[in-house]
């Protein structure tokens, strides 16, 4: 498998050691798996938690034994990352607070793992020569341009008012108050750092913008593998009121628009930066599906359709009901209207393509979810509440 394997650019690729950072959460676990299994590098896999990651580590017998080795570490206070940084020739920082219901109500923990944690990660990369490939944001971007129109001008619906360009759109964010931007605007300012450090001491580094990746072990369910007031990403919390039989929660009438990309796809563009250095050096990209579209309404919508098929429960009469940000996230909640990648960079520097229609990976999605889970919420549906 190794010997054959080549480049963009026909040139064979030699097996390296990556740091990854956050390497137990959901794009880690998926990560993780693709370099097992497909190419000889070696993981040197940094988190606090591995439990998505546990199929890798255990048992012996995997043929990928000894190339991934976990350290469980939190990177807030632990003298070995400077050391496991030293030790791999490529570090992938996927470590943050990355749920929206964090960002109003923990907007202290939110900055600071999102931008201090990060710094030194940074520092280590450019004081040892290491590459470094860093995990941003799409909610860089904030709203559109397009949002500030008046609702019947035609311009909202011409393209250079909403697709969001990396080296080109600007980033636009609430006043302080909508603690929303605390998440968008850290990861801002970690960018604006690993570029200036790019400029003037020429680290290494490919910054990704994920938008909504999505596909099995996101988040958690709540009361099963989480906590029970836990509010995790929109696909994790239509796939608990799916698997509880409740009506899904749209927030602000489900208006907002998501691009959801299958993690499947994005990760096979993640390798390409990885094994394309020189194409991806020096380099932002969106990584996203333009091609799936939808409102949250319509995702829910279609969930709800996919779930039927793959349980085989019929729908509930009333499938979806509406609530206030204010109640679901609290207040100084804040959203961004419409999120669609131009996919020109990520298209010329590494020739890649999302494949996965919108149908298809909630079809393979919420199969797992059903798989995984439903045995489990029966349970604890069926367990009397204390009194
Ligand atoms: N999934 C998406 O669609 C998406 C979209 C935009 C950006 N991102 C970014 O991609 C990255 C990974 O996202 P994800 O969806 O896999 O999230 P995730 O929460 O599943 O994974 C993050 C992992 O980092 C670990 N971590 C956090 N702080 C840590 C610390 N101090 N020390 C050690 N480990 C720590 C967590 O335990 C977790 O396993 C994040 O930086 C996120 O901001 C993801
Ligand atoms: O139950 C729910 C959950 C969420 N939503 C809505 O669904 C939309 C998507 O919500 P998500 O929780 O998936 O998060 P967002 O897309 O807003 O942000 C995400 O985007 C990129 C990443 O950096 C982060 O993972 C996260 O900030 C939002 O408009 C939200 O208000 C609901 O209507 N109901």
């Not at 969930?303 to 996230?329: C, H, N, R, W």
Request: glycine share 6%.
């Amino acid at each position: 498998m190794a010997s054959s394997r080549v480049d963009l650019d026909g040139n064979p690729i030699k097996p390296i050691t990556i740091c990854m950072i956050g390497a137990g959460g959901f794009i880690g676990s998926h990560l993780c798996e693709k370099l097992m299994t497909e190419t000889p590098h070696t993981v040197l896999a940094l988190d606090v938690y591995n439990d998505k990651i546990k199929h890798l580590l255990e048992p012996d017998t995997n043929p990928w034994h000894g190339r991934i080795n976990f350290h469980r570490l939190n990177i807030k206070h632990d003298s070995r990352l400077e050391g496991l940084i030293k030790m791999a020739d490529l570090t992938i920082n996927l470590a943050a607070i990355c749920t929206p219901a964090d960002y109003n109500t923990r907007p202290l923990d939110t900055i600071y793992s999102n931008f201090i944690d990060a710094l030194p990660v940074v520092k280590y990369c450019s004081e040892n020569n290491k590459r470094l490939i860093h995990f941003s944001t799409c909610e860089v971007y904030g709203k559109t341009i397009g949002c500030f129109l008046p609702k019947d001008s035609p311009l909202r619906k011409d393209p250079k008012y909403y697709v969001l360009k990396e080296d080109e759109s600007p980033c636009i964010f609430g006043s302080i108050e909508k603690q929303r931007w605390s998440y968008a605007c850290a990861k801002q300012l970690i960018e604006r750092l690993i570029y200036a450090e790019g400029a003037e001491n020429g680290l290494e580094f490919t910054i990704v913008r994920p938008f909504n990746w999505i596909g099995p072990r996101m988040d958690f369910i709540p009361g099963v593998d989480g906590p029970s007031e836990g509010v995790p990403r929109v696909l994790a919390c239509f796939s608990n009121n799916l698997l509880r039989r409740e009506p899904l929660k749209l927030v602000d009438g489900g208006e907002s628009q998501r691009t959801f990309i299958y993690i499947k796809d994005a990760i096979e563009a993640v390798l390409l930066m990885i094994e394309n250095p020189a194409r991806a050096n020096g380099h932002i990209f969106n990584v996203g599906n333009p091609n799936n579209e939808v409102t949250v309404r319509q995702l829910g919508e279609m969930m709800t359709q996919v779930y039927s098929k793959v349980s085989g429960e019929p729908p509930l009469e009333k499938a979806t009901i509406d609530v206030s940000s204010k109640e679901f996230y609290g207040e100084g909640y804040d959203d961004s209207d419409k999120r669609i990648p131009d996919m020109t960079i990520i298209n010329r520097q590494l020739g890649w393509n999302p494949k996965t229609s919108l149908w298809d990976l909630l079809e393979s999605t919420l199969t797992y979810q059903h798989r995984t889970y439903a045995e489990a919420i029966k349970k604890v549906i069926a367990k009397p509440v204390a009194s």
